[in-house]
């Protein structure tokens, strides 16, 4: 396995040097594709030192697959490859221009053996159909997603057999399933200090118990 890079910010930089797409301008198509899935096109991502403090903070290893739910131009993705020993680090975006953007990147980095690289993907899909099954880490950058999209996420996230930890910039309701176990202030491109949700998946008996109790009567 390839040593973790000795700066991944400055890596990082030097791959998406010169790029004309900054992710928060994408065409009319794009935005259709999005809306149409109830989405939001609404651009924003966690600047990468904050990125790496959140990712040494869920200890990755490589026995797990970390998910960035609309993975934008991929850069959470690519430092999870990084800078942890991940086994595999996937980015789910449904706008193409965003995805390809990722892709060059990511073609780049594996090119020059960037340390980590081959250990991340990217795929152009809808985050509520894509596959997650293998999934046991999932972030995504929510906070412009509407409550009835979050709660659609949130019903087909505790359906995932592997998940063991959620990470959401926006805070999802209570559920049986999820424990909210931090959360951390972290610097992201529209606001320092960006509140982020980390969650712990219950155990099936410890969900369970606590459905059994909510349908007590008082």
């Keep these: 396995m390839s040593a973790p890079a000795s700066d ?9 040097r010169g790029l004309r ?12 594709r999005v809306e149409r899935s109830s989405g939001s096109s609404t651009y924003g991502e966690l ?7 959140l990712l040494a903070q869920l200890g990755l290893s ?10 934008g131009l991929g850069k959470v993705v690519l430092l999870a490859a990084m800078t942890t ?4 680090a996937l980015g789910v975006e449904l706008s193409a221009t965003r995805v390809a953007v990722a892709a060059r990147v990511l073609a780049t980095a ?5 340390a980590g690289s081959r250990r991340a993907a990217f795929v152009q899909a809808d985050m509520l159909r894509h596959p997650l099954d293998e999934a046991t880490v999932i972030y995504t950058c929510s906070t412009a997603f509407s409550s009835a999209f979050m709660a659609r ?17 926006q805070d999802f309701d209570p559920h049986p399933a999820f424990e909210l176990r931090e959360v951390v202030r972290l610097d992201a491109s529209w606001k320092r200090g960006t509140k ?13 118990a606590t459905q059994a109790r909510s349908r007590r009567p008082s």
């Design 62 to 71: 490589r026995r797990d697959q970390f998910v960035d739910l609309g993975s």
């Design 110 to 114: 594996q090119r020059e053996h960037v």
């Design 153 to 169: 996420l949130q019903r087909r996230l505790a359906k995932l057999p592997r998940l063991r930890t959620l990470v959401s910039l």
């Design 8 to 16: 991944p910010r400055a890596e990082l930089r030097r791959l998406y």
């Design 196 to 208: 982020v949700h980390i969650y712990a998946r219950r155990s099936h008996a410890g969900a369970s």
């Design 85 to 88: 020993p991940v086994g595999r």
């Design 21 to 32: 797409l900054e992710g928060f301008e994408i065409p009319t198509s794009d935005k259709h």
């Design 47 to 53: 600047r990468p030192t904050a990125t790496i403090r």
